[in-house]
C-alpha cells in the first residue's frame, strides 16, 4: 500500500495540476510532501517500534495513513492536498519502520534473505501496477479516487495486522531520541524546501541561501545530537563499515537514478506524445513489470554471486538504461526505441530493489532491526525526494533555458518573464492546456514541447551518471566476503563451527 501510493499519483501529476489550476512547483509538493516526512520519521518510527512495540506501530501508521487518504481524496485546493500528503508520509513511515523491523526480528539467516526478497517482490508488484492503476483510476473515475481506493484497503489491511502480526521489541530500548528527530526532521524539511523553490526564488536569493543555511545548521546539530546519546536513533559507527557505507551509496543510487524515474517518465509520456493518464501508465510497464520479476533473478544470483557483484551490475544496468533514455529522448527516436531503455533501466532497478535492503541490513545487529530499517528506508527516501527535487530543478532551468533559445530562432513575439515562467510552469507540470498566450497558443505548445523533450533528456543524463558514480563506489566501499554468496557463506559457517 506504501509503494502502491507512491506511484499511484504519479501518471494523475497533470490531471491534478488542470483541475486545481496548479503550478509545478505546487505537483512537485504532492509528490515531496509525501515523502519529504515519510524520509524524515522513518528513523524515528524505527526506534518508536523498538521501544512501544511493532505490531502498535504497524497498526498506528495503518490508521494515520488510512485517515488521511481519505482528506487527500477530498482536498479543494493544493495546499490541503499537500498537507494531507504530509500526514500520509507520516503513516507510511511508522507501518513501512515497524514491518521491516517485523520481518528483521522474525527471521535469521538464509530465512532473511528469503524474506526480504519476497518483501522485494511485493514492493516490485506495487511498483508495476502503480502507474496502470493510477492511469486507469484517474481516466474512468477522477484523481480523488487514487487516494480514497486506500481507505477500503487500509481498514482490511488493519483487521489482518491485528489477527496475524505478533507483537515483539526491544527490551534495551531507553528513551526517545527528541532532539534528533527534531533535528533531522528540521534540517531535511529545509533543504528540500530550498530546492524546490530555488528555481523560482532563484538559486543566489537570501531566501534560498537562509533555507540552505538553516538546513545545514540543523543537520549539524543532528549529528552532534547523535554523537553524544548513549543510544542514539543512528549508530554513526556504522558508516566505519565499508561494506555499509557501500551499500548506503547504493541505496541512494538506486533512489535517484532509477525509482525517481516513477514520477518523471509519466510527465515525459504524457508532455511529449500526448498520452491520456491511462495510455501513459500503460507505457509505463515496460519499466515498471523488470521491478515485479527481477528480485527473484536477485535471489537466484545470490546463491553463486556476491551482494557487491549484484549491486554493482544492477547500477551500472541502471546506467545504460538511463543513458539509452537519454539518446531517446534527445534524438525524437520511437516509442520501441523508449520501451527499450525503460525496460533497461527496470532491470537494473529490479535487481537493486531486494539487495540493497539485504545488504545494508545484514551488517547490523537483529536485536535493533527497527535502527537498522529506519536507517536502510530513510537512505532510500532520502534519495528519492533529493533525486525528485534536485532532477527537477534541472527539468525547470533547462526547459526553460531551451524555451527561451527556441521562442528567438522560431521569430516569436517576445514574451515578458511572467508570461515565460508560466508557460515553463504549465508545461513542466504537463498542463499544455494552460498556456493561455491565443496569438501564438499552438506555436508556444510546439515550442514548449519541444523544451520539455531537451529538458528531460539532461535530466536523464544527470541520472545516468549518478547511477554509474553509485556503481563505482559501491564496488569500491563492499567488501565481497561481507556479501559472499549464500551457499558460500553456508559452507564458511559449517567449517567455522566443525573447526
Not at 113 to 120: N, Q, S
Not at 246 to 262: I, K, N, P, R
Request: glycine share 10%; proline share 4%; hydrophobic share 55%.
Amino acid at each position: 500500500m506504501i509503494m502502491l501510493d507512491s506511484n499511484i499519483v504519479a501518471v494523475s501529476l497533470p490531471t491534478i495540476a488542470r483541475d486545481l489550476d496548479a503550478s509545478f512547483t505546487d505537483i512537485e509538493w504532492v509528490v515531496s510532501a509525501y515523502i519529504l516526512p515519510f524520509a524524515a520519521f522513518l528513523m524515528p518510527a524505527g526506534a518508536l517500534a523498538d521501544r512501544f512495540g511493532r505490531r502498535r506501530m504497524l497498526l498506528a501508521g495503518m490508521f494515520l495513513f488510512t485517515a488521511a487518504s481519505f482528506l487527500c481524496g477530498l482536498a479543494p485546493n493544493a495546499v490541503v492536498l499537500n498537507a494531507a500528503r504530509g500526514l500520509q508520509g507520516v503513516g507510511s513511515a511508522i507501518q513501512l519502520s515497524a514491518a521491516l523491523a517485523v520481518l528483521g526480528h522474525s527471521f535469521r539467516g538464509t530465512e532473511r534473505a528469503r524474506a526480504f526478497a519476497f518483501w522485494g517482490t511485493l514492493v516490485g508488484v506495487a511498483v508495476a501496477i502503480g502507474p496502470l492503476v493510477g492511469g486507469f483510476i484517474t481516466s474512468a473515475f477522477g484523481w480523488r479516487w487514487a487516494f480514497l481506493v486506500n481507505v477500503p484497503v487500509g481498514i482490511v489491511l488493519m483487521a489482518i495486522g491485528i489477527s496475524s502480526v505478533d507483537e515483539s521489541s526491544d527490551p534495551r530500548a531507553q528513551k526517545l531520541d527528541v532532539a534528533g528527530m527534531t533535528f533531522f526532521g528540521g534540517g531535511l524539511l529545509s533543504l528540500v524546501w530550498g530546492l524546490i523553490t530555488a528555481n523560482v526564488d532563484g538559486w543566489g536569493s537570501n531566501s534560498t541561501l537562509v533555507k540552505f543555511s538553516v538546513a545545514a545548521g540543523l543537520l549539524l546539530c543532528y549529528v552532534i545530537a547523535e554523537l553524544v546519546q548513549k543510544r542514539p536513533m543512528v549508530d554513526f559507527s556504522l558508516f566505519r563499515r565499508r561494506t555499509f557505507l557501500g551499500s548506503s551509496f547504493a541505496m541512494l543510487g538506486f533512489a535517484s537514478a532509477a525509482q525517481v524515474m516513477m514520477t518523471y517518465l509519466p510527465l515525459y509520456l504524457q508532455n511529449s506524445f500526448g498520452f491520456n493518464p491511462a495510455l501513459a501508465g500503460l507505457n509505463m510497464l515496460p519499466f515498471a513489470l523488470p521491478l515485479f520479476f527481477l528480485p527473484r533473478v536477485g535471489a537466484i544470483l545470490a546463491h553463486s554471486m556476491s551482494g557487491r557483484a549484484i549491486l554493482t551490475i544492477g547500477l551500472g544496468i541502471v546506467a545504460a538504461g538511463n543513458l539509452i533514455t537519454a539518446l531517446v529522448a534527445l534524438s525524437e527516436a520511437s516509442l520501441k526505441l523508449l520501451w527499450v531503455g525503460m525496460l533497461i533501466t527496470g532491470c537494473g532497478a529490479g535487481l537493486l530493489n531486494g539487495e540493497t535492503t539485504k545488504v545494508s541490513m545484514s551488517v547490523i545487529p537483529p536485536e535493533r532491526s527497527g535502527m537498522a530499517s529506519g536507517i536502510g528506508g530513510t537512505l532510500r527516501f532520502v534519495g528519492l525526494v533529493l533525486g525528485i527535487t534536485c532532477l527537477g530543478a534541472i527539468l525547470t532551468s533547462e526547459t526553460r533555458r531551451q524555451f527561451i533559445m527556441a521562442a528567438t530562432n522560431k521569430g516569436l513575439p517576445p514574451l515578458d518573464g511572467k508570461t515565460i515562467e508560466l508557460v515553463i510552469s504549465h508545461i513542466v507540470a504537463g498542463d499544455t492546456v494552460g498556456i493561455s498566450v491565443p496569438a501564438v497558443r499552438d506555436q508556444l505548445i510546439f515550442v514548449a514541447r519541444n523544451s520539455f523533450r531537451l529538458g528531460f533528456s539532461s535530466v536523464l543524463f544527470v541520472a545516468a551518471a549518478v547511477a554509474a558514480i553509485s556503481a563505482t563506489l559501491t564496488y569500491l566501499l563492499v567488501d565481497a566476503r561481507e556479501t559472499a554468496p549464500q551457499s558460500r557463506s553456508r559452507q564458511s559457517e559449517t567449517i567455522s563451527v566443525e573447526g
